[in-house]
């Protein structure tokens, strides 16, 4: 993820002793500011204070956690939701599942269909052979795989209809590709050469990988991946059979815009793109309109032994034909039913992860 942004209180809330006492409030300090869940009144920038009832809650106590305090307006669960006797509010805790029905999906997804993309699996299935006879004689460069599709046209259906499910909850449509938005940052800002520090060139063959990555999407030939909900983390990511070490999942898409257009944007899957010298030219990807299942996969608490201890995917950005792009790829061989985590830090160590799950 990209670079964090300041974290901002959004006002102070009421002393607890005060609230319960049905006072005014008088003039307490912050030390007297206290946390409805844990009762705490430590981590004072991270405390959120209700527009609805004032009530105030960490941000690393609700469920799901927020990664920074919004910069609008909030609202604590108990004033966001509905009655529970409402239909709403069990529709609210599991969300409505898109149809299992090919052809909503292929149109969803925009799936290829016709002579044209069989031909393209044939081509596809020749070059997978090629690259692994070219990686016997050559053990000592670590060359990116291509991920190895469900055998099952029924199960890759599923995969891609809890991806449509996770988009649709969410608000956004699919993207398999970085869009550039008029009004945001343009196309021709995209240089890696702006990178601070030197950007690593993907190798050729590893480009060629990834574009096959993205035909094979293109004809429905999907990452064996499934996107859950879990009332803790939200929709979540899992392995939907064995990966292999250093398999590409997924490239991290979305709109690409200025770091500097974002600072107070509350959005909690920004990436960052480009961190240039020049900070007014650094890039973040912004995957809130329009995204892939990489805006679903978590990030870990990378200040605890056991939160570095599920990362099994890591997040990386290449120089791509001059432009700047983000991959995620698996560090290590990944079991079938074990959920997806990358590092949201990777070498910046910037972004807030001190409370993720």
Known sequence: MGPATPL?????????????????????????????????????????????????????CLRPILPRVPAGDWFCPSCASPSPHSKKSHAAKKPKQFPLVQTKIVDFFKIQRGPAAAAESSEGKKRKRKAGGIRLVSKKKRKLLPFNPSDDPARRLRQ??????????????????????????????????????????????????????????????????????????????????????????????????????????????????????????????????????ARFINGINNHTPDGRKKQNLKCVRFDVGGECRVLLVANRDISKGERLYYDYNGSEHEYPTHHFV
């Open 160 to 293: 891609m209809a809890s991806l449509a499910t996770a988009l649709t909850a969410t608000g956004a449509v699919f993207s398999n590709e970085l869009t550039y938005v008029p009004g945001m940052a343009p196309r021709a800002a995209n240089r890696a050469a702006l990178e601070s520090g030197g950007m690593q060139v993907l190798p050729k063959e590893d480009v060629e990988t990834l574009n096959l990555c993205k035909r094979m999407m293109a004809r429905g030939e999907w990452p064996p991946l499934l996107v859950v909900y879990d009332p803790v983390e939200g929709f979540t990511v899992e392995a939907d059979r064995f990966i292999k070490d250093l398999t590409i999942i997924t490239e991290y898409v979305g709109d690409v815009d200025y770091l500097t257009r974002r600072e107070h944007d509350d959005g909690d899957s920004m990436m960052t793109l480009l961190s240039a010298a020049t900070p007014s030219r650094s890039l973040v990807i912004c995957p809130d309109k329009r995204s892939n299942i």
């Open 8 to 60: 901002r209180r959004r006002t102070r809330a009421r002393p607890a002793a005060t609230r319960a006492e049905g006072g005014s409030g008088g003039d307490g300090d912050d030390d007297d500011v206290r946390c409805e869940a844990c009762g705490s009144g430590e981590s004072a920038a991270e405390l959120l204070l209700c527009d609805g009832c004032d009530r105030g809650l960490h941000i690393f």
